[in-house]
């Protein structure tokens, strides 16, 4: 699930000139496997709705209440359409103070709020109520990703002592490069280390090159395919840091790809325009 206000990965945002980014806000949720639903509509302000503790997208909202941050959700998916609804909570053992800037210039900052988490599912498909590891993060940005970066990868990886490694790689379109570990542990305490070698894998469906951070000799691999599109991939992938096997939710973006115009038609098709909205009264 990812919430936007300015949805970096619309293209009526971007055909709009990035002007109004509450004119262009979001909450997309994606499920994986047999039945696997997509909903990722970009909605108007009229749709767009905050308090301190609440912020609302159309008929789907998150709230904030009793340290728990809960998704509620009432979207249309594609391509199987059909109506996707119902609950999601997610608890974060702790909520960090951290913010990471992305760029020298502060212009993209990662903010990690709950690395660790349980998150418990309901929603409204036979077999969708579960309960696990979740996480919480945000990036905020005052230009478009394409526009600053050509590729980036991302990696969360859950540790058996309660705790959660993230890695951050970049590559600057002004030629530097970011490249981050960081260690979380359950009470939110960040400690940043060297990580291990970036390291290949396969690559995508789509061909987008993939490479997280591993221990010397140790062969990543994906265990579980999420997300496969032109510019972008998500998957579980198995990897070794620090001498120890770990699983997590990996990304590879591929911003040249994205920064193609063929991309926006495609995009589209996959994200629909509704900027008409009223909330009941």
Not at 91 to 101: D, I, K, N
Not at 145 to 167: H, I, M, Q, V
Request: proline content about 8%; charged content about 25%.
């Amino acid at each position: 699930m990812i919430s936007f206000i300015g949805s970096v990965f619309s293209p009526w945002y971007r055909w709009s000139g990035r002007k109004s980014p509450d004119n262009h806000c979001c909450i997309n949720v994606a499920t994986y496997g047999p039945g696997g639903r997509w909903t990722m509509t970009d909605r108007g302000r009229d749709a767009l709705r905050q308090t301190r503790d609440t912020f609302e997208v159309g008929p789907s909202k998150l709230t904030w209440a009793g340290g728990k941050l809960v998704f509620d959700i009432d979207e249309m998916t594609w391509p199987h359409m059909g109506r996707l609804k119902g609950r999601v909570t997610v608890t974060p053992s702790a909520v960090t103070g951290v913010e990471l800037p992305l760029k020298a210039d502060g212009s993209h900052v990662w903010r990690p709020f709950a690395p660790s988490s349980e998150i418990e599912v309901d929603l409204n498909q036979p077999g969708w109520q579960w309960k696990g590891h979740g996480y919480f993060d945000a990036n905020f940005g005052t230009a478009a990703l394409e526009d600053d970066f050509s590729y980036w990868t991302w990696g969360r990886f859950p540790t058996k002592a309660n705790g959660a490694w993230c890695f951050y790689d970049a590559s600057m379109r002004d030629g530097s490069e970011l490249a981050v570990g960081v260690h979380f542990d359950a009470d939110g305490r960040a400690e940043v280390a060297e990580a291990p070698p970036r390291t290949r894998f396969p690559r995508s469906k789509w061909l987008v090159r993939r490479e997280t951070r591993a221990d010397p000799g140790y062969k990543p691999r994906q265990v579980h395919d999420m997300l496969d599109a032109p510019f972008y991939c998500r998957s579980a992938i198995r990897t070794k840091v620090f001498g120890e096997e770990v699983v997590g939710v990996h990304e590879a973006l591929d911003l040249d790809r994205f920064a193609s115009p063929l991309i926006k038609p495609m995009l589209a098709v996959k994200v629909p325009r509704k900027p008409g909205w009223s909330f009941p009264t």
